[in-house]
């Protein structure tokens, strides 16, 4: 996070490379074993050629779909940056291109839902919603019931894992920091009545602090009525 914090000042550059048509799968156009490898090695390469420089520059994330594997860097040098990354990818024979954003603009790609409130980031309105997928551990019954009780609130079942006792659940929720906060704080309390922990997949700290052997962190959980407000309603004036 105090990475990220400072990456939220700088320009984000998006690294697109474009891969050999041998790389790719025939059936879904998807990186091979040997395209992701020649990714991997660029990266490398690139990482190694940005510290021999002293570049100011820092790996942020990578995003993989539509035949590519992307790699998003924060630097305070967009041009001696793009100046080393050009270098490196002619050495590794890829077709480049490469995009200029800031942190907000990508954040719905790359971050988890949580950080995004954390960083006080301003994204795109259109953005602020996006389907969502939740993961729960439990014993026995207690996904089954879970399951349950989120369809009710228009959770969309994915799958169970059943070796691993997980259940995978999707919904469309808001993204921003108090719009994922009130939903953390509706499902996270809700798993734990019912002896589910959510793997923490959209948090900042993951999974370990939902774990039932532990208290409940106080940011997820609702808000107690005072207790005028529990007997007497909306409270007296």
């Keep these: 996070m105090a990475l990220l914090r400072v990456a939220a000042s700088l320009p984000i550059l998006l690294l697109k490379l474009t891969p050999r048509a041998n790389e790719l799968t025939p059936r879904d156009a998807l990186l091979t074993p040997k395209g992701s490898s020649r990714n991997y090695a660029f990266f490398e390469r690139l990482c190694e050629d940005l510290v021999t420089a002293s570049c100011p520059a820092c790996y942020?994330?990578?995003?993989?779909?539509?035949?590519?594997?992307?790699?998003?860097?924060a630097t305070e040098d967009v041009v001696g940056f793009q100046r080393i990354a050009r270098a490196t990818v002619e050495a590794s024979a890829f077709p480049l291109a490469v995009e200029r954003h800031s942190l907000g603009a990508v954040a719905a790609l790359i971050l988890p839902a949580e950080a995004i409130g954390d960083l006080n980031l301003e994204i795109a309105a259109?953005?602020?919603?996006?389907?969502?997928?939740?993961?729960?551990?439990g014993a026995?019954?207690?996904?089954?019931?879970l399951r349950a009780e989120l369809e009710k609130r228009g959770y969309r079942f994915l799958g169970v894992e059943a070796f691993a006792r997980e259940l995978h659940m999707v919904k469309d929720v808001p993204i921003d920091g108090e719009g994922f906060g009130s939903v953390l704080k509706e499902i996270v309390p809700l798993a734990r009545s019912l002896q589910c922990s959510?793997?923490?997949?959209e948090t900042v700290e993951?999974?370990?602090?939902?774990l039932l052997t532990n208290?409940?962190?106080e940011r997820y959980t609702a808000p107690r009525a005072s207790i005028f407000r529990r007997?007497?309603?909306?409270?007296g004036s």
């Design 231 to 235: 007997m007497f309603g909306r409270g």
């Design 206 to 210: 993951g999974h370990e602090q939902f």
């Design 198 to 201: 959510y793997r923490g997949t």
């Design 140 to 145: 026995e019954t207690s996904p089954a019931k």
């Design 60 to 73: 942020i994330a990578e995003q993989h779909g539509d035949g590519r594997r992307d790699f998003y860097f």
């Design 126 to 137: 259109s953005a602020r919603i996006r389907p969502t997928r939740f993961e729960f551990w």
């Design 215 to 217: 208290p409940l962190p």
